[in-house]
């Protein structure tokens, strides 16, 4: 499978199952559509100058014989095997604590609706978050590392139970033979020194949520009292980022219809000395005033295209910055299997509610129909995680024919139950937006491996 794609003044072909990727000039951008089965090269010709006229025979020759020379090598129409373990039923690798089921602000777009996914508020107690640790172990068989996030509502509202979890982990890792690897997503409100010095300790990835400029996070991002919040996160953030030194974290921010012009509020966070970031697009019903929908996605694209420019240019400024959908490794990155089931939610990946419910990811708390058990009763429905496990890019029909499938692994699953109704359908807004994505990043790591480029603020 063959994808071609013009960005930048060059010319890119991506072979879809190798990975490989290649820039090329107008004959060859032109000529490999007419290669994807075996054929002579007289033949080849007379259909292609039937066309294309412009060039010498000569060179068309000479592009002909290179092209079959990287196919001869599998660079080019190589195939790709369907790997049965991404079918495999497997063990549990990471839990989604959602130790809260509460929370202190009103985000207008919030999927858990205020923080308590449909159901009552409530914090969860240490019995359950006990259990789910427990559950992780037992059903993690060999695995060694594990990982546990830390979610809510705002998982700070129970932070007393975020570390007494870390302090149990910790404590009987040694005993079971694993390593616990600890992220928790924080949207700032309640963070003090305390909080701060705990999770620059002992969290290896912390996710701070920020919308961008101050007019726009605060359109959104507001208190029970219809108060903005960028005020006080901000220095809040500054504080934590100084302090965890090379430790990871994401500043996550979410764009909707409100503002398709993020690139602005991905540079003004860059601004404000914040190198790692990822702002996502909205995914919510189509009716709703900020609700993206089909007639933004050409805007949304041009805009990806806008701020893959902007990296690619700014290479002088030390004020470098990552944007987290662009990051794609063109020479490896994950295996093939990894590729091929993406997240692995319900398979390798669950979550856990305060009341001890255990769903499939996050997104999929407060669907009674995906409730795949409970840590306290040790009731669990393996159909359901035997079905998620047939998940993947073969078993999904939108995926099998598109060229960005090894980059998105398939997408979400629970996006593609709530708006498709089916978790073997790709959900349309997030496949267009994804393949633009895809492009601009292969774009950009191109040029850098070619330029080894720094990419930079202006």
Same mark, same amino acid.
């Given at each position: 499978?063959?994808?071609?794609?013009?960005?930048?003044?060059?010319?890119?072909?991506?072979?879809?199952?190798?990975?490989?990727?290649?820039?090329?000039?107008?004959?060859?951008?032109?000529?490999?559509?007419?290669?994807?089965?075996?054929?002579?090269?007289?033949?080849?010709?007379?259909?292609?100058?039937?066309?294309?006229?412009?060039?010498?025979?000569?060179?068309?020759?000479?592009?002909?014989?290179?092209?079959?020379?990287?196919?001869?090598?599998?660079?080019?129409?190589?195939?790709?095997?369907?790997?049965?373990?991404?079918?495999k039923?497997?063990?549990?690798?990471?839990?989604?604590?959602?130790?809260?089921?509460?929370?202190?602000?009103?985000?207008?777009?919030?999927?858990?609706?205020?923080?308590?996914?449909g159901?009552?508020?409530?914090?969860?107690?240490?019995?359950?978050a006990?259990?789910?640790?427990?559950?992780?172990?037992?059903?993690?068989?060999?695995?060694?590392?594990l990982?546990?996030?830390?979610?809510?509502?705002?998982?700070?509202? %129970? *932070?007393? =139970?975020?570390?007494? @979890?870390?302090?149990?982990?910790?404590? $009987?890792?040694?005993? &079971? +033979? !694993?390593?616990?690897?600890?992220?928790?997503?924080?949207?700032?409100?309640?963070?003090?020194?305390?909080?701060?010095?705990?999770?620059?300790?002992?969290?290896?990835?912390?996710?701070?949520?920020?919308d961008?400029?101050?007019?726009?996070?605060? %359109? *959104?991002? =507001?208190?029970?009292? @219809?108060?903005?919040?960028?005020?006080? $996160?901000?220095?809040? &953030? +500054? !504080?934590?980022?100084?302090?965890?030194?090379?430790?990871?974290?994401?500043?996550?921010?979410?764009?909707?219809?409100?503002?398709?012009?993020?690139?602005?509020?991905?540079?003004?966070?860059?601004?404000?000395?914040?190198?790692?970031?990822?702002?996502?697009?909205?995914?919510?019903?189509?009716?709703?005033?900020?609700?993206?929908?089909?007639?933004?996605?050409? +805007?949304?694209?041009?805009?990806?295209?806008?701020?893959?420019?902007?990296?690619?240019?700014?290479?002088?400024?030390?004020?470098?910055?990552?944007?987290?959908?662009?990051?794609?490794?063109?020479?490896?990155?994950?295996?093939?299997?990894?590729?091929?089931?993406?997240?692995?939610?319900?398979?390798?990946?669950?979550?856990?509610?305060?009341?001890?419910?255990?769903?499939?990811c996050?997104?999929?708390?407060?669907?009674?129909?995906?409730?795949?058990?409970?840590?306290?009763?040790?009731?669990?429905?393996?159909?359901?995680?035997?079905?998620?496990?047939?998940?993947?890019?073969?078993?999904?029909?939108?995926?099998?024919?598109c060229?960005?499938?090894?980059?998105?692994?398939?997408?979400?699953?629970?996006?593609?139950?709530?708006?498709?109704?089916?978790?073997?359908?790709?959900?349309?807004?997030?496949?267009?937006?994804?393949?633009k994505?895809?492009?601009?990043?292969?774009?950009?790591?191109?040029?850098?491996?070619?330029?080894?480029?720094v990419?930079?603020?202006?």
């Open positions: 499978m063959i994808h071609k794609f013009r960005m930048n003044g060059c010319n890119f072909i991506l072979d879809v199952n190798s990975l490989c990727v290649h820039i090329v000039d107008d004959l060859a951008y032109d000529l490999v559509d007419y290669l994807s089965e075996d054929r002579n090269f007289l033949s080849v010709l007379e259909d292609f100058k039937k066309k294309k006229n412009v060039f010498d025979e000569f060179e068309i020759e000479e592009c002909f014989n290179e092209i079959y020379e990287l196919k001869r090598f599998g660079k080019l129409f190589s195939e790709f095997s369907d790997f049965s373990d991404a079918n039923v497997l063990p549990f690798k990471s839990m989604c604590l959602n130790v809260a089921h509460d929370c202190n602000l009103r985000c207008k777009y919030c999927f858990a609706s205020d923080g308590n996914f159901e009552e508020k409530m914090l969860m107690p240490f019995e359950v006990k259990a789910s640790i427990d559950f992780l172990i037992k059903n993690s068989k060999n695995r060694y590392n990982e546990v996030d830390f979610f809510g509502g705002e998982p700070l509202m %129970n *932070f007393e =139970i975020v570390k007494k @979890v870390v302090n149990y982990a910790r404590n $009987i890792e040694e005993k &079971y +033979k !694993k390593n616990f690897r600890f992220t928790i997503t924080t949207n700032g409100m309640l963070l003090d020194d305390e909080k701060i010095d705990f999770i620059n300790k002992e969290i290896s990835n912390v996710v701070l949520s920020l961008g400029r101050k007019f726009v996070n605060d %359109n *959104f991002r =507001i208190t029970s009292l @219809v108060k903005g919040t960028y005020d006080r $996160i901000v220095p809040l &953030y +500054k !504080k934590l980022v100084d302090k965890r030194k090379n430790k990871d974290y994401y500043i996550r921010g979410t764009f909707t219809k409100k503002n398709l012009d993020f690139t602005n509020d991905i540079l003004h966070i860059a601004s404000l000395g914040f190198r790692n970031i990822s702002v996502e697009p909205v995914v919510s019903v189509g009716n709703l005033d900020y609700s993206i929908t089909s007639d933004d996605v050409e +805007k949304i694209c041009k805009e990806y295209e806008k701020l893959a420019n902007i990296l690619l240019k700014a290479k002088n400024n030390k004020k470098i910055f990552t944007f987290f959908h662009f990051l794609v490794d063109i020479d490896a990155g994950p295996c093939a299997v990894k590729r091929m089931r993406g997240c692995g939610c319900g398979n390798e990946y669950f979550a856990v509610t305060p009341k001890g419910d255990i769903f499939p996050h997104q999929f708390v407060g669907e009674s129909v995906w409730k795949m058990g409970n840590v306290i009763d040790g009731s669990f429905n393996r159909k359901i995680k035997l079905m998620l496990s047939k998940v993947n890019i073969n078993t999904k029909e939108d995926c099998k024919n060229f960005a499938k090894f980059y998105c692994s398939g997408g979400c699953a629970a996006n593609s139950w709530k708006y498709e109704g089916d978790i073997f359908k790709g959900h349309k807004i997030s496949c267009k937006l994804q393949k994505r895809t492009e601009c990043a292969i774009m950009i790591q191109s040029f850098k491996k070619i330029k080894n480029s990419f930079s603020l202006n």
